[in-house]
């Protein structure tokens, strides 16, 4: 499984981006989707996980009410939709995929796409 993530970039603080990661390779069966992000000398942290039919959708608390996700499974991508972007969202942000959001979530399994860089100036 390859995942390619795009649409990062710089923004000031209060704008928009909209994030896609695009799986391709062996993506048979149905299948969890999701963001992480990893800023400079910090953990990767969750930010938000799909599941294939779109009913499980989580966040984390600290995107709620400001980020969006979504996919597209006719495509075989994800989006992530951020509005009113902090510079405290600066960070590299990674697609990741597993069978479940509940796998997703822990990280430990996941495939990860490459990264795409958000940065966020105040």
């Known amino acids: 499984v390859q995942l390619q993530a795009s649409g990062g970039g710089l923004v000031q603080a209060g704008d928009s981006l909209r994030l896609s990661c695009a799986a391709s390779?062996?993506?048979?069966?149905?299948?969890?989707m999701g963001w992480f992000r990893q800023a400079p000398g910090q953990e990767r942290e969750f930010v938000a996980a799909?599941?294939?039919?779109?009913?499980?959708?989580v966040y984390a608390d600290s995107v709620k009410g400001r980020f969006t996700i979504s996919r597209d499974n006719a495509k075989n991508t994800v989006y992530l939709q951020m509005n009113d972007l902090e510079p405290e969202d600066a960070a590299v942000y990674y697609c990741?995929?597993?069978?479940?959001?509940?796998?997703?979530?822990?990280?430990?399994?996941?495939?990860w796409g490459q990264g795409t860089q958000v940065t966020v100036s105040s």
């Open positions: 990741a995929l597993n069978a479940q959001t509940r796998q997703l979530r822990t990280g430990a399994t996941n495939y």
């Open positions: 799909i599941s294939w039919g779109g009913a499980t959708i």
């Open positions: 390779g062996r993506t048979f069966g149905t299948y969890a």
